[in-house]
């Protein structure tokens, strides 16, 4: 026998957590900005829970995440900060089997513009459908198809522009 589902407003936002978060994430270009995102959005949405009409939890925790992004770039712009330094103490991760492959998806994936970013994450990772971006990011259709093309174009681009070219012995 099954367990009935937590469909209580909570219960609904922590069945979202790790697409909200990988969203965030994505947005952010940065596991702890990214982390930030998410709280920040979680926080936001927790105190203006009477807002939410009860429809689509996910389009509205999506709508928070990016809203919040685009505000945050906003106030960067006003407000520079500088990176810290490495900290020499800071535990290494393990080691992936295509650490440069990884590296330049996400190079590729940097090198695209926020907007389009945005709309590559929500369409490829989130499975969300386009007419559904349209309406989060309100944004036209058109619009949509266009940044994503544009976006797949510039990632296929990337990675085939940074392919490694193999050394041939001198004769």
Do not use: C
Not at 23 to 37: K, M, P, Q, T
Not at 56 to 73: D, E, F, T
């Amino acid at each position: 026998m099954t367990e009935p589902q937590d469909i209580s407003f909570e219960g609904q936002l922590l069945a979202l957590l790790p697409a909200l978060r990988r969203f965030a994430r994505s947005l952010a270009r940065s596991d702890a900005e990214g982390e930030d995102l998410l709280q920040d959005g979680i926080v936001a949405a927790l105190s203006r829970r009477a807002q939410w009409r009860g429809l689509n939890l996910r389009s509205w925790m999506l709508a928070i995440i990016s809203n919040r992004y685009r505000n945050s770039r906003r106030s960067h712009g006003r407000h520079p900060t500088a990176p810290l330094d490495e900290a020499l103490d800071v535990p290494v991760p393990q080691a992936e089997p295509d650490p440069i492959g990884r590296m330049r998806l996400e190079a590729a994936l940097n090198s695209l513009s926020p907007d389009q970013r945005m709309v590559l994450m929500l369409v490829v990772i989130e499975g969300m459908p386009y007419q559904e971006v349209a309406d989060l990011l309100q944004i036209p259709l058109g619009t949509v198809m266009s940044r994503l093309s544009r976006a797949r174009q510039k990632i296929s681009d990337t990675m085939a522009a940074e392919n490694v070219i193999p050394l041939r012995r001198q004769t």
